[in-house]
């Protein structure tokens, strides 16, 4: 059974730090990795797709980085900013019928000004 | 830029009476699926529907659960008997079914059942 572990739980950094969201899965027969972002009370937002051929995907400020074979992501910020606040959850996609999403329970991220 | 609506936004509801979510996948998606979180938990899978039919659910999704895509845009979850503990946000998504298989979600329907 498919088991994803997000570290750390909660984060809190200064302003303009660079920093690491880490994602692990334990099953790497996955077709695809997403990364969203959650604001309070809302919805989730895509960030960053990595099918499972690929090593990693860019997005402005954003990179994600995947490594099947050890079954881990990382979600790189740069320069991070208070509006960057917001709980980051991984989530991979079994090689199915159906591609349905498996959540980790998410990084909590502060970004103090 | 297109995107997955979902009404209501929030919904209070008494113990034992039916509640339906509604959604509005993205117009050219192939895949559906509802997912829900209860308060300070994971996101959970609860079912996928394609083809006019639901190709995978989860073990949380039983009798009391369905879903419907009546007239080709709404997609729809129907709890016929709430319970206090299917009180969570619950999450619509589509996937448009091609190579990628990214999955664009909804902001949600708080479901509080009391």
């Known amino acids: 059974k498919q088991e994803v572990t997000q570290i750390p739980a909660a984060l809190s950094v200064p302003e303009g730090e660079n920093l690491v969201l880490n994602c692990s899965f334990t099953?790497?027969?996955?077709?695809?990795l997403q990364w969203f972002r959650q604001d309070p009370g809302k919805g989730l937002t895509s960030l960053l797709l990595?099918?499972?051929?690929?090593r990693e995907q860019t997005s402005g400020r954003l990179n994600a980085s995947l490594d099947k074979s050890s079954g881990r992501s990382t979600l790189y910020i740069a320069a991070s900013q208070p509006g960057d606040s917001a709980t980051y959850l991984c989530a991979v996609a079994r090689m199915d019928s159906s591609y349905k999403l498996i959540f980790g329970s998410g990084t909590r991220l502060l970004v103090r000004p | 830029e297109p995107e997955v609506t979902q009404t209501p936004s929030h919904q209070v509801t008494q113990m034992g009476q039916e509640v339906i979510l509604r959604c509005v996948p993205i117009s050219n998606h192939l895949y559906f699926y509802w997912y829900r979180q209860i308060l300070g938990q994971k996101v959970e899978f609860l079912v996928s529907?394609?083809?006019?039919?639901?190709?995978?659910k989860s073990e949380i999704f039983d009798d009391q659960f369905s879903v419907e895509r009546p007239d080709g845009s709404n997609f729809t979850l129907k709890i016929r008997s709430t319970k206090l503990e299917d009180s969570a946000m619950y999450f619509c998504?589509?996937?448009?079914?091609?190579?990628?298989?990214?999955?664009?979600f909804g902001q949600g329907t708080r479901l509080t059942v009391v």
């Open positions: 998504a589509s996937s448009e079914g091609t190579d990628h298989y990214e999955a664009f």
């Open positions: 990595i099918q499972s051929s690929q």
């Open positions: 529907f394609y083809n006019n039919e639901i190709s995978e």
């Open positions: 099953d790497s027969a996955i077709y695809n």
